[in-house]
């Protein structure tokens, strides 16, 4: 067995997280990762908090194994400052009634107040810890530690992980350029050590572990497990079309691409017609979360209908490495024992 600070913290048989993927990560996978050893990370942050609320009670009542929750709190996205939202809100405005309905319950980016009610809905349910992306505020940090949550911060850069140093959250999720999703420059490789060498929190490794080889290697940086997000949308437990599934299993590294298209930050994403289009138009994307005003549907477009070419779909350079639609729980235990196997073999003996 794997031990680290991170099983250790979280009493896990194996030290892997599931990604809080917005739409992806709902309760099945979550539950499926946690059964089976491993920690789920729900994607909580496009959820309504009615609809956040009863997404954490489905698993609460699946497992009675740690999980996570993913929240989004910059102060775009908590300001309470008409002023700031108005520009958001004309743009949402302005989409057809097709493309809005796509979002009913999971609008809540495109909210003015749902954040907050999100914040209320976690910290009433409490799950074992709360991974935080963009931002770390103090007030959040302190509401979680009087009530027992872990905090993890998901970072791409070494400056942000010593910002979430400072404001003294739980763990450090280095999250290298390869990664599906919003991602920075720096890769894996470099990353993780750098930022194992800045801080003093234990460090998870993101951004192209798909199996044991990239468990292995993780853990031999210094890493105390792995964050996995591409490697589990192909999960029968994973929210989206089989075609967007099939997508992945057929994917190459070169088929992905760098866009600002979908939230105005950067994001790796499946290069298609939807992110040619946006950059042979020449149109500038509305900043965060304006552009998600424009684009959030589109995650829609190819996880609800199944259109690869105009949905948009976040996806890591892994992709390269996925051949099979496999259970999540078993990713899980296939990914320990390989890499079990390997850092075994691996030592030296005398
Ligand atoms: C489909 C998809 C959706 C994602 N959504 C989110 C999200 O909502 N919040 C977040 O913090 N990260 C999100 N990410 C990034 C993941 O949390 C994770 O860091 C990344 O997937 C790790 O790299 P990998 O895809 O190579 O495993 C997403 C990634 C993917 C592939």
């Known amino acids: 067995m794997l031990t680290t ?14 990604a809080g993927m917005a739409r ?18 729900l994607g909580g942050v496009s959820f309504m908090p009615d609809r956040l609320r009863d997404e954490i009670g489905n698993i609460m009542s699946r497992t009675d194994r740690p999980f996570a929750v993913n929240l989004l709190l910059p102060d775009s996205l908590t300001t309470e400052d008409e002023a700031q939202w108005a520009p958001v809100r004309e743009l949402w405005g302005s989409l057809d009634e097709t493309d809005r309905a796509k979002l009913a319950g999971v609008e809540a980016l495109l909210t003015p107040g749902a954040v907050a009610g999100q914040v209320e809905v976690v910290l009433d349910a409490a799950p074992a810890a709360v991974v935080l992306t963009f931002a770390t505020p103090d007030w959040f940090i302190e509401e979680c530690r ?16 010593e910002e979430a140093a400072r404001a003294g959250v739980d763990f450090i999720v280095a999250q290298g350029y390869e990664a599906g999703g919003h991602t920075g420059y720096v890769s894996t490789l470099t990353l993780v050590p750098a930022i194992i060498d800045a801080v003093e929190q234990p460090v998870l490794a993101a951004g192209g572990i798909v199996d044991g080889r990239g ?31 099939q997508r992945v299993l057929a994917g190459q590294a070169k088929d992905t691409t760098i866009t600002f298209s979908y939230s105005g930050k950067r994001m790796r994403a499946f290069t298609n017609a939807w992110t040619r289009q946006w950059e042979t138009s020449g149109e500038r994307p509305a900043g965060f979360p304006g552009q998600y005003a424009v684009a959030g549907t589109r995650v ?19 992709v390269q490495l996925i051949h099979k639609i496999t ?24």
């Open 24 to 41: 992806v990560a709902q309760a099945d996978l979550v539950v499926a990762v946690s059964n089976a050893g491993g920690m789920g990370c």
């Open 327 to 350: 259970p999540a729980g078993d990713i899980v235990r296939t990914m320990a024992a390989e890499a079990e196997q390997i850092l075994r073999a691996a030592a030296p003996r005398n």
């Open 146 to 161: 009087a009530r027992g949550i872990k905090v993890i911060a998901l970072v791409g850069s070494l400056g942000k992980a």
């Open 215 to 245: 468990l292995a290697a993780a853990l031999c940086l210094g890493a105390a497990g792995v964050w996995v997000g591409t490697r589990f949308i192909a999960s029968p437990e994973a929210y989206g079309h089989d075609t967007f599934k």
């Open 300 to 318: 829609e477009t190819g996880y609800q209908d199944g259109d690869t070419e105009f949905g948009m779909m976040p996806v890591g350079q892994g």
């Open 5 to 18: 600070p991170l099983t250790d913290a979280f009493g896990l048989d194996h030290p892997i997280c599931s």
